[in-house]
């Protein structure tokens, strides 16, 4: 069935995404390279790393769900809820730098795709 395919495939590349800021747990160079701002004060860099876990887990969360239909409807619900409000709040008039301007764009490919995946796993279930 192509609609269970298109969602595990929405399921893996947004969990592959959410997977790449892990390697900010590696400290401010990389947070830095990653997003393009300095992160001089060490309670931020603090909770960006901390940032950088839960991405990890996230990801990891939607790549396991991504082969277990039972999670999938949390998973999508999920990588929705972190898009989303990323293109959300990016796009309320806040100054990004270039490298958030593109993670904002991803985000915006990665909600249109998870958008029509959650679409599809409800109305699969209702036929």
Known sequence: MWQS???TLALLAAGL???LPLT???GAPRLAALYGVALDDQSLLALMRHRAV???VLGAFMLHAAWSPPLQAWALGAALASTASFVRI????ASLTPPLRTVMWIDV???VLL???FALR???RRV
Request: proline letters at 0%; hydrophobic letters at 70%; aromatic letters at 12%.
């Open 5 to 7: 395919r298109y969602i």
């Open 17 to 19: 995404v959410h997977l």
């Open 24 to 26: 900010g747990v590696l």
């Open 54 to 56: 839960l991405f990890g």
């Open 90 to 93: 990016a796009a309320s008039g």
């Open 109 to 111: 490919v990665l909600a």
């Open 115 to 117: 958008l029509v995946a």
């Open 122 to 124: 409800f109305t699969a």
